[in-house]
């Protein structure tokens, strides 16, 4: 009869302390690098979920089934689509300043960081104009069901971000007018960095792909 080892007791993650001792906090450098590692597998999940998409548009364009590819009705808008990728570089310009300036301990970050969330919500506007404007849906063929599929989830893609970017902004301003009322946080921005940075990395990530969305869809 097998026999099996006995059971290990449970492992703590902190160190024991004595009794009555506080546990410290645990170090900003630590959740610094968590969310710096974070966006990265972030952006990697992101590549392979709109890695599917660009497989759909190649297979489908090369199959091109009873030649229902791309009917002649089938054409999006070229302005609202140059418009959608240009705010979504603007925006991560923006954002990609607004970390920068805050990792150089300059106060003035704000306003960058309100300027990238203006212009990502102008993607998302403008992709949902895009829409009413547009005279097909997506079972107007397989190049319109890459289409509609792509750029909604694109845009919701968009939306999230420009969320997790709106929360360091709030946050920031709310620093800003409650400066000295928290004695226990003598340096709102130093907490603010590290999500900021992971955001504006993951956001112009997600701008690129929004440049090779406006390539593939609208000029090839």
Known sequence: MASYPEPLPPQTITPPVAPGVEIPPEPPEVGARTLYVASRLLAGASAFFFLAFVFAYVYLRALDQ????????????QAFGAAIAACAVLSALAAWLASRRLGGESRDW??????????????????????????????NGAYASVFCAWTALYAVAVLVTMYWLET????????????????????????????LAACA??????AGIGVLTWVILYLV
């Open 201 to 206: 990395f993951y956001w112009t990530f997600l």
């Open 168 to 195: 360091h902004v709030a946050t920031g301003l709310r620093a800003r007018r409650s400066r000295g009322t928290h004695p226990d946080i003598a340096d709102p921005d130093r907490l603010i960095e590290p999500g």
């Open 66 to 77: 009873d030649h229902m590819w791309r009917p002649a009705h089938v054409n999006p808008d």
């Open 110 to 139: 704000v306003g960058p960081a309100g300027a990238a969330l203006v212009l990502g919500l102008a993607v998302v506007v403008l992709q949902c104009v895009a829409y009413t404007s547009q005279g097909f849906g997506p079972t």
